[in-house]
């Protein structure tokens, strides 16, 4: 049985663009999304050499506080299976929302899976539009 987790580590273009071109040979990635250990999950680290000073944005999350890492690569749908199956029970999910990535899958549909929850502040604008368009419909009917 070929090995679930990449032996090497995830290249800059990996992190930047999920459907970048690589020598991978896995057409299903699976990924999770962990807390970031460079700022703990806040964001924002503290200056250096700077008493007071505002904190700036993690680079290595990009302030989202949760780094997506690459955990297995699998050539078809059967062995995507295999691999969830055993992840899951080897706890590597325990702790973080999984991701699903189909490289081949058609533009805007690649994520089978998506990692990302959500933040406060999108959930807080789509039912402030929301509460928009029912006011719209409330008045014109």
């Not at 680290?45 to 944005?57: D, E, F, I, M, S």
């Not at 490289?103 to 690649?110: A, D, L």
Request: proline content about 6%; hydrophobic content about 30%; some cysteine.
């Amino acid at each position: 049985m070929p090995a679930l987790r990449n032996a090497e580590p995830q290249s800059e273009a990996d992190m930047d663009c999920p459907t970048a071109g690589d020598d991978s040979q896995g057409r299903f990635r699976i990924y999770r999304l962990c807390e970031c250990p460079n700022c703990e999950g806040e964001g924002e680290v503290a200056r250096k050499g700077v008493a007071a000073g505002a904190p700036l944005k993690c680079h290595e999350c990009r302030g989202e506080g949760k780094v997506r890492e690459r955990v297995a690569e699998c050539p078809d749908e059967r062995s995507l299976g295999v691999a969830l199956v055993t992840l899951g029970r080897e706890g590597e999910f325990a702790d973080c929302p999984i991701g699903i990535l189909d490289t081949e899958g058609e533009v805007g549909q690649k994520w089978l899976v998506n990692p990302w929850l959500p933040s406060t502040r999108n959930v807080r604008d789509a039912a402030r539009l929301l509460g928009q368009q029912r006011r719209k419909g409330e008045a014109s009917g």
